[in-house]
Nanobody
């Protein structure tokens, strides 16, 4: 059974930092690419960061240079280090495979950036 549990969100001022974590199980963590997605109010969910099994990373243009994705195979956990946060980064953040398993979204973690 697939389980994805995100944590680490919160309220932060613009320019601040957060580190998100996602504990994954039942998802073939070691062989699949993993991604961090976000859904901002009134917008569709979008992929913002991706990491494959060999460690290759890619980012959405809006976050490149500010967000860093990483993974720990021993812990089946994927992380998102978020620096220089902006109000437009406010969203619920989710992890999933890339491409995502449509029926396996976790609850997400809320990130709110105040100006």
């Amino acid at each position: 059974q697939v389980q994805l549990v995100e944590s680490g969100g919160g309220l932060v001022q613009a320019g601040g930092s957060l580190r998100l974590s996602c504990a994954a199980s039942g998802i073939g963590f070691s062989i699949n690419a993993m991604g961090w997605y976000r859904r901002a109010p009134g917008k569709q969910r979008e992929l913002v960061a991706r990491i494959n099994g060999s460690g290759s990373r890619s980012y959405a243009d809006s976050v490149r240079g500010r967000l860093t994705i990483s993974r720990d195979f021993a812990k089946n956990t994927v992380y998102l280090q978020m620096n220089s946060l902006r109000p437009e980064d406010t969203a619920v953040y989710y992890c999933n495979r890339d491409p995502p398993l449509p029926t396996s979204w976790g609850p997400g973690t809320q990130v709110t950036v105040s100006s």
